[in-house]
């Protein structure tokens, strides 16, 4: 990678770094659910679409993908405060064993709002996989499987955005913070 984007500060994770740690956790949550039948993944939309899509390629055991969309940023670098579900699961979960599937867990609010949520749909099992949480995370919610930690910075590419721009680069990459500080004045 010669020449990245001007917005971007620097490349935290490369799409070759990315790659094989998405190989390990499908790795382990094939082993992990192995006797459980039809795992069923949840992915959150838009920003965690591309690392469920390489994820459950790399899954050897059978498995179900379905969506959920919530909101709770909009374009400005903090958030709203509230979650709200924007679309939901096509099907109920009791009594399955769910894995929510997230690209970034900075504050903890949706992850902590998703557990909720879904537990009270009776699933027998909810686990989440996670591709990065950002240093001082305050989730009271466990992440069950990992990718990274990394840095508190403002964070594009692989699926996350920064105002639906940037989501489609291979790798993660930190925005400059004149990007996102400039439209907030």
């Known amino acids: 990678m010669s020449k990245?984007?001007?917005?971007?500060?620097r490349v935290l994770l490369?799409?070759?770094?990315?790659?094989l740690r998405v190989a390990e956790l499908a790795q382990q949550i094939s082993e992990d659910y192995r006797q459980n039948g039809n795992l069923y993944l949840v992915g959150i939309l838009k920003g965690a679409f591309i690392f469920l899509a390489d994820l459950v390629r790399e899954l050897t055991i059978p498995h179900t993908v379905d969506f959920m969309a919530l909101s709770s940023y909009g374009n400005s670098a903090t958030s709203s405060g509230a979650v709200r579900i924007l679309m939901d699961l096509r099907a109920p979960i009791e009594n399955r064993d769910i894995l929510l599937v997230e690209d970034i867990v900075d504050t903890g609010q949706t992850i902590s709002y998703l557990h909720k949520t879904l537990q009270g749909r009776r699933p027998r099992s909810l686990?989440?996989?996670?591709?990065v949480q950002k240093e001082g995370d305050v989730s009271h919610e466990p992440i069950d499987y990992l990718?990274?930690?990394?840095?508190?910075?403002?964070?594009?590419?692989y699926g996350?955005?920064?105002a639906e721009t940037y989501r489609t680069l291979p790798y993660l990459a930190e925005?400059?913070?004149s990007v996102y500080t400039k439209d907030a004045s």
């Open 4 to 9: 990245i984007n001007p917005d971007l500060e």
């Open 160 to 162: 996350l955005d920064y």
């Open 175 to 177: 925005l400059k913070r």
């Open 127 to 131: 686990k989440s996989c996670v591709l």
């Open 14 to 19: 490369t799409q070759e770094e990315i790659s």
């Open 147 to 157: 990718g990274f930690t990394i840095p508190n910075v403002w964070v594009v590419g």
